[in-house]
């Protein structure tokens, strides 16, 4: 964890007409305390100036100002930070057999070699976290203060096969701090990262077992497949699942799907879209996913996708103004779960639509999602496709830039390719409203 910053927590951004901008505070200022308080992250910080009257002290160059504040309870002051751990972000120490920033290759930008395992972005964003590094102080805070949810990387609830699996020397215990947090009322969500052979079969049975004890605060288990690059080295050995496996997981998973929704109403148990397409199983209907609650881990995302598009169809034009040759990139993945969808775009008059199947050559073979797409993917699936209007989904880039996870930008892509790449949300309404777009058709 980095030490503390003394100079005090650097103002990113202030939002026009807040309170923070009518008492003269700026971009670059420092806060230094509120009402006597230095946050140690923005959680401290929304909770102290929730207040009515809040006194902030601030650095600007080499002089130091108070604002006293008066405001309605629970305004928000107005002031953006660069990041929400002003302390500095807790780092994870584990060795997983599975972690995938063990299997990266060299060169890369050097924020993907970053594994953070803190609590507060589990609360804040969502990103899944071990517990095995949390101090007793930093369970009491998640508890006293309720920070709900958690999102917990559990695997196994063996505590020996956990702590294997974690890289210790030691048992890694689970189900005493999920039984804390289930008795404070935390909601949590759960990742278990399948690996065949080590957390599978029995091992997999006990966690289920184990957890569904704890529903409704363990709202929801999603189980994912091990995510395997060409570059693991010198790392535990490991494998994918196989179709067959994943047939045999889905029927198991699917039987107590089944008997727990008719008992409590929801699934409890998802499982990522990957296991169904290797299976070349139909994924679940809508409702089986119960709201989504481990969408951003890859579980639901195409049936939320095709019941997006469903919604859209009858709104589609039958033609668009303008001759319209479009390129649809994707993975392997992607074009399994795109091909029904580019068939029916493709009635519309004018619109000329191919979708390439681009495999992970910078990765390896056995990644086959959309989002670990590189810029040299692109180079090598777009290389016959010189003049054309490409479409590629956002996620292939980082958040507010044009740079791809091998570093190259989109320009880079484009120069050497010769095409025109068009970024969108991988939505069914970012796609149909684009292709509308380039085709000279409003769309509402």
């Known amino acids: 964890?980095?030490?503390?910053?003394?100079?005090?927590?650097?103002?990113?951004?202030?939002?026009?007409?807040?309170?923070?901008?009518?008492?003269?505070?700026?971009?670059?200022?420092?806060?230094?305390?509120?009402?006597?308080?230095?946050?140690?992250?923005?959680?401290?910080?929304?909770?102290?100036?929730?207040?009515?009257?809040?006194?902030?002290?601030?650095?600007?160059?080499?002089?130091?100002?108070?604002?006293?504040?008066?405001?309605?309870?629970?305004?928000?002051?107005?002031?953006?930070?660069?990041?929400?751990?002003?302390?500095?972000?807790?780092?994870?120490?584990?060795?997983?057999?599975?972690?995938?920033?063990?299997?990266?290759?060299?060169?890369?930008?050097?924020?993907?070699?970053?594994?953070?395992?803190?609590?507060?972005?589990?609360?804040?964003?969502?990103?899944?976290?071990?517990?095995?590094?949390?101090k007793e102080r930093d369970m009491a805070r998640i508890v006293n203060l309720k920070l709900s949810p958690m999102y917990i990387s559990v695997h196994t609830t063996d505590p020996q096969l956990r702590g294997v699996m974690l890289g210790h020397k030691r048992p890694a215990p689970i189900l005493e701090s999920i039984a804390r947090f289930a008795e404070a009322g935390i909601t949590m969500h759960i990742q278990i990262v399948l690996c065949p052979?080590?957390?599978?079969?029995?091992?997999?049975?006990?966690?289920?077992?184990?957890?569904?004890?704890?529903?409704?605060q363990v709202a929801s288990i999603g189980i994912?497949?091990?995510?395997?690059?060409?570059?693991?080295?010198?790392?535990?050995?490991?494998?994918?699942?196989?179709?067959?496996?994943?047939?045999?997981?889905?029927?198991?998973?699917?039987?107590?799907?089944?008997?727990?929704?008719?008992?409590?109403?929801?699934?409890?148990i998802y499982l990522a879209d990957e296991f169904y397409l290797k299976a070349g199983y139909p994924f679940p209907a809508?409702?089986?996913?119960?709201?989504?609650?481990?969408?951003?881990?890859?579980?639901?995302?195409?049936?939320?996708?095709?019941?997006?598009?469903?919604?859209?169809?009858s709104l589609l034009p039958h033609k668009t103004?303008?001759?319209?040759?479009?390129?649809?990139?994707?993975?392997?993945?992607?074009?399994?779960?795109?091909?029904?969808v580019v068939r029916r775009l493709r009635l519309i008059k004018n619109i000329k639509l191919r979708m390439i199947s681009i495999p992970n050559t910078f990765f390896g073979p056995r990644i086959t999602v959309t989002g670990l797409l590189t810029g040299q993917d692109l180079l090598w699936g777009l290389r016959q496709a010189p003049g054309e209007?490409?479409?590629?989904?956002?996620?292939?880039?980082?958040?507010?830039t044009s740079l791809f996870l091998d570093g190259l930008h989109v320009a880079d892509v484009e120069r050497k390719v010769g095409c025109r790449i068009h970024l969108i949300e991988p939505t069914a309404t970012a796609l149909v409203k684009e292709i509308c777009m380039l085709g000279g058709v409003r769309y509402e």
């Open 1 to 134: 964890m980095k030490n503390k910053k003394k100079s005090g927590i650097y103002v990113e951004k202030v939002i026009d007409g807040s309170p923070a901008t009518v008492h003269g505070i700026s971009i670059g200022d420092q806060l230094l305390s509120v009402n006597g308080i230095l946050p140690q992250d923005i959680i401290t910080y929304r909770y102290i100036t929730a207040a009515e009257s809040v006194r902030l002290k601030v650095r600007r160059l080499n002089r130091i100002f108070t604002c006293d504040i008066n405001k309605n309870f629970d305004t928000d002051l107005g002031l953006v930070f660069s990041a929400d751990c002003f302390d500095g972000v807790k780092y994870c120490r584990n060795k997983c057999v599975f972690c995938f920033v063990d299997q990266l290759p060299c060169h890369l930008r050097h924020t993907l070699y970053e594994k953070d395992d803190d609590y507060r972005l589990s609360f804040l964003h969502g990103n899944y976290i071990t517990l095995s590094n949390l």
């Open 197 to 216: 052979d080590w957390n599978d079969r029995a091992a997999l049975a006990r966690t289920i077992a184990d957890l569904v004890g704890f529903w409704p």
């Open 224 to 268: 994912v497949p091990v995510g395997l690059t060409k570059f693991r080295q010198q790392l535990p050995w490991l494998r994918s699942i196989t179709p067959a496996e994943s047939k045999k997981l889905i029927d198991k998973i699917k039987i107590f799907q089944d008997a727990f929704r008719s008992r409590n109403g929801v699934s409890v």
């Open 286 to 313: 809508y409702k089986q996913y119960d709201g989504f609650p481990q969408i951003e881990n890859g579980i639901g995302l195409a049936r939320y996708f095709y019941e997006d598009f469903r919604k859209l169809r």
């Open 321 to 340: 103004n303008r001759l319209c040759h479009l390129v649809l990139a994707t993975s392997q993945d992607g074009a399994q779960v795109l091909e029904p």
């Open 389 to 400: 209007t490409v479409l590629v989904p956002n996620i292939l880039v980082r958040s507010g």
